[in-house]
């Protein structure tokens, strides 16, 4: 309760802030907070590949090196399971380590730590250590990344106890959820996706926080309940702009924290409008869809007049062909489909 009363004085302060505030990149953004993190905090830190001098493969970390020395933003060797089992270990020892993995396929390789480690500490060691470490990263389907390269590492994380998810969307709630991420006193992995680092977006001059545990309302409507993050959210707008034109009036919610949900706002809107598409780049099998699907089911059956519908990425690696990879992703005139479907 404490932290949705601090993020809905943050809301009352960011829609203040029409004449003022400066417009940053998300890659920017997530530059910004991790600056005033560092600043304000002489425990965070920054391990990774190529995250120093070279700043980074996707520039999040420019500069941060000359700022705050090479002990505090620490270049690593290609070896992701040791460097990010040295975040677990600094942050056992009072440090708030932020570890990037330079793509996250990678952090398959430091699975270990991530999953025995970092999750599960604080329980296994009778509460006498804490874990605030930030886990985070780009991944996502690119353009002609290739398999490897293009994973969607959200399902594979989900089922780790003690591992808090979200993922960033806009440059807004990109620096929101990076300061919350590395204040948390528990371990964060924050998604980002590649293709959304130049996005451009106004943001306060004045400091705020996202709540980790909160979706938020990206366009209110009366039909149909659409539940979407990341990149996808783009791909569902730019269809509601077509389902509008139809007369349609499709409600938008970015659920952002993968783990938790935050099924008070979702339930809400599931009371009003009935309907529910869920809309994901993960896998289709296992994916976040799949297990919001089933919280949804759980929670708010009573509340549902069509089936739920989930659109996700298919079940196959990544192909490199341009007209293959679109193939593979959920696109807009899909969604656009699915809400006739669901509103028949």
Not at 80 to 106: D, H, I, Q, W, Y
Not at 309 to 315: A, E, F, I, K, V
């Amino acid at each position: 309760m404490v932290a949705r009363a601090a993020v809905a004085a943050n809301a009352v302060a960011a829609a203040e802030f029409k004449s003022g505030g400066h417009e940053l990149l998300l890659f920017e953004a997530l530059r910004e907070a991790l600056i005033e993190e560092m600043k304000a905090d002489p425990t965070v830190c920054v391990f990774g590949e190529d995250v120093g001098h070279y700043g980074g493969s996707y520039k999040v970390t420019k500069g941060l090196a000359e700022m705050f020395g090479d002990l505090r933003v620490l270049d690593t060797p290609i070896a992701e399971n040791s460097f990010t089992g040295m975040g677990v270990g600094a942050a056992m020892k009072g440090l708030r380590p932020v570890v990037e993995g330079m793509n996250m396929g990678f952090l398959l390789l430091a699975y270990n730590q991530i999953s025995n480690n970092c999750g599960m500490l604080h329980y296994t060691s009778g509460g006498q250590f804490k874990i605030p470490l930030v886990i985070r990263g780009p991944g996502g389907v690119g353009r002609q990344l290739g398999a490897e390269h293009s994973q969607r590492l959200e399902s594979y994380f989900q089922s780790i106890p003690g591992l808090q998810m979200v993922a960033c969307s806009t440059p807004y709630n990109a620096k929101g959820l990076m300061k919350a991420a590395i204040r948390s006193e528990n371990p964060v992995v924050l998604f980002e996706h590649v293709l959304l680092y130049n996005l451009k977006e106004k943001i306060p001059d004045e400091e705020y926080i996202c709540c980790l545990e909160e979706a938020e309302m990206v366009r209110p409507g009366e039909h149909v309940t659409i539940l979407t993050y990341s990149r996808m959210r783009y791909h569902v707008m730019q269809a509601a702009k077509t389902l509008v034109n139809k007369g349609y009036d499709p409600e938008v919610i970015d659920i952002r924290s993968l783990k938790p949900f935050d099924l008070h706002t979702i339930g809400n809107s599931i009371k009003k409008t009935h309907r529910v598409l869920i809309v994901e780049e993960c896998m289709r099998t296992g994916g976040i869809g799949a297990s919001l699907r089933s919280a949804i089911i759980d929670n708010f059956w009573d509340y549902l007049d069509a089936p739920i519908m989930c659109l996700s990425s298919q079940d196959v690696p990544t192909p490199y062909a341009a007209p293959l990879e679109d193939a593979t992703v959920v696109q807009p005139a899909q969604i656009v489909a699915a809400v006739e479907q669901i509103c028949q």
